[in-house]
């Protein structure tokens, strides 16, 4: 069965779907533009032409696809709509979709810096007194993914740390702006918080594990 990645021209996802070329994967890419398909086609990934907006206008293509993994990077209220959508059309037996979420919404905020031993599990109670507004949206989208395996469909989600490698990342070159800016490596208050990361690689390892033998409805 074929498998499509939204959001394969993208720094993560193009990772996502090179692994699973390696691996013999039959791969296509969502492509919004022309520019799009061109560099999918450069990678040697099959363009898949429709607008993430609009899923209803390419939605009976999906029939060919046994797996969908979605790690595009739009706004959080729009990631929920475009995967509802999703679901209602491809949350079938057989199927498969992995919607790459991220570790923020199990982070303990530290506006002081301050350090504590606080560690989430996948099926750990929700740790904030209060909540904030893209943390909400976030896992009210997971729990959609979550709430559609029944029946033989298998939604699983993944929540990657701050990703970095091949040069990107965003914490990392935060660092160095920091120090051309003032001379420093700034940080606030104690400097004690801290902030997980994983290689891109490795996301897109983990990703294709998923795949491969993730448990229907895991994180």
């Known amino acids: 069965m074929k498998t499509l990645v939204i959001g394969s021209t993208g720094y993560t996802g193009s990772r996502i779907a090179r692994e699973f070329q390696l691996k013999g994967e039959n791969i296509y890419g969502l492509a919004r533009t022309q520019q799009g398909e061109d560099a999918l086609s450069a990678a040697g990934i099959t363009p898949f032409p ?51 979420s991220g570790s923020g919404v199990v982070s303990t905020p530290a506006v002081g810096g301050e350090w504590h031993d606080y560690t989430a599990a996948e099926d750990d109670p929700y740790p904030f007194a209060s909540v904030l507004r893209n943390r909400q949206v976030r896992l009210a989208t997971e729990r959609l993914v979550l709430d559609a395996t029944r029946n033989g469909f298998r939604g699983i989600v993944i929540r990657p740390p701050l990703v970095w490698g091949h040069g990107g990342s965003i914490q990392v070159p935060q660092f160095f702006e920091s120090a051309r800016k003032t001379g420093y490596v700034c940080y606030l208050g104690q400097g004690l918080n801290l902030y997980s990361h994983v290689h891109v690689d490795d996301v897109a390892t983990a990703t294709y594990l998923a795949f491969e033998k993730g448990t229907a409805g895991s994180v």
């Open 50 to 100: 429709g607008n993430l907006m609009a899923v209803e206008q390419w939605k009976e293509q999906l029939e060919d696809f046994g797996t969908v993994i979605f790690c595009a990077s739009i706004p959080f209220e729009q990631e929920q709509q475009v995967l509802g959508s999703l679901l209602g059309t491809f949350a079938k037996a057989g199927r498969t979709l992995i919607f790459i």
